[in-house]
């Protein structure tokens, strides 16, 4: 069981609450599916969050982001986190995108 899994037996209302203030969000603002769902898998590799990353990349998938948009998106943080946060990210992503080629 995940961690999230646990916390949301544990806490129903919370996890509730929680979800429901992140659909609030999305809602909210301008931005599209397909833009929220860049911007979140790069917030999962920025936070060295493997099995976010790995979420992320699923859902990026699911909203017909490419396999090289997803790896593009994780390459653009390069710059603030370095060589080896980019390349856990990447080895995270690459179980969801089963093996498409890199360019």
């Not at 969050?49 to 790896?71: D, F, M, N, W």
């Not at 390459?75 to 980019?86: E, H, I, K, M």
Request: hydrophobic share 45%; charged share 15%.
């Amino acid at each position: 069981m995940s961690e999230a899994q646990s916390f949301a037996e544990q806490y129903p209302q919370i996890h509730t609450a929680m979800l429901q203030m992140q659909k609030q969000c999305a809602a909210w603002g301008p931005l599209d599916e397909r833009t929220r769902a860049l911007i979140e898998l790069v917030i999962a590799s920025v936070r060295m969050q493997p099995s976010g990353v790995r979420a992320q990349a699923a859902r990026a998938l699911k909203q017909g982001i490419t396999a090289e948009e997803v790896r593009h998106a994780i390459l653009l943080t390069l710059g603030g986190c370095g060589y080896s946060s980019v390349m856990a990210s990447l080895a995270a992503a690459n179980e969801v995108l089963n093996g498409t080629p890199l360019r």
